[in-house]
C-alpha cells in the first residue's frame, strides 16, 4: 500500500514539475496581457503593446474598403496584411520541439476590424476585439505606453508610460506551489516510515 502511494505522489509531482517548464503548458490558464479591448488608428499611426510588439496603420484605401496594416516586433515586420471590414487579424508562432519531434502553435495576438472611415484630410481604422497573449519565447512584459497612439511620425507628441505588469510573477509562484507540496508529501512519506 505504501508503494501505491508513492507512486501516486511521484506522478502528482512529476505533472506539476511538466507543467511549470513546459513553455506551452506554463502559459495556459494565465490571463492575456491585452483582454478585449479596442482603439483607433489613423494612417500613420502605431499602437504600442507589451514585449516589444507595435501595431502599425500603413494606409486605407481610396473607397475605405481596406486596410494595410503591419504587426512589428522591435521594429521589425512579423506580419503584414490587408484587412476589410469585420475581418479578424491574428498573429500566431510555432514552436519546434526536436527532442519529441513535435511542434506547438501559439498565439500571441488577435483583433478585429470594426470600422474603416475615410475622410478629407484623415482616414481612421477602428479595432476591437483585441488581445495579446504573453510569449515565453521573449523577456518578461515591461510597462507600455500609455493607451493613446504613437503620433511620434505626425507630431512631437511623446507618449508616457504606466507602472504595472501582465504578468505577476507567473513562474515564481508556480515554482513556489511545487516546492510547498512536494515538501508536504515528502513530510507524509517520513511520517508513514
Known sequence: MKILGIGKIIIIVGML???SLHPALAQMGTEPLVNGT???LSTGQSWP???GYEF???SVSNGGDNAWVQLKQ???VV???ILSL???FYYNSTTHYVLSNNSVETMHFSLRVSGIYTGEVVDIVTFSHIYQYYDPALPEPTPTPTAYPDDSHNSNVTPTTT???GIPGFKILSTTIIIGICSIFLHKLHKEY
Open 79 to 81: 506580419k503584414s496584411a
Open 38 to 40: 479596442s482603439f483607433y
Open 74 to 76: 522591435n521594429d521589425t
Open 49 to 51: 503593446f507589451y514585449q
Open 163 to 165: 507602472g504595472g505588469s
Open 56 to 58: 502599425n496603420l500603413m
Open 86 to 88: 469585420d475581418e479578424v
Open 17 to 19: 514539475l511538466l507543467g
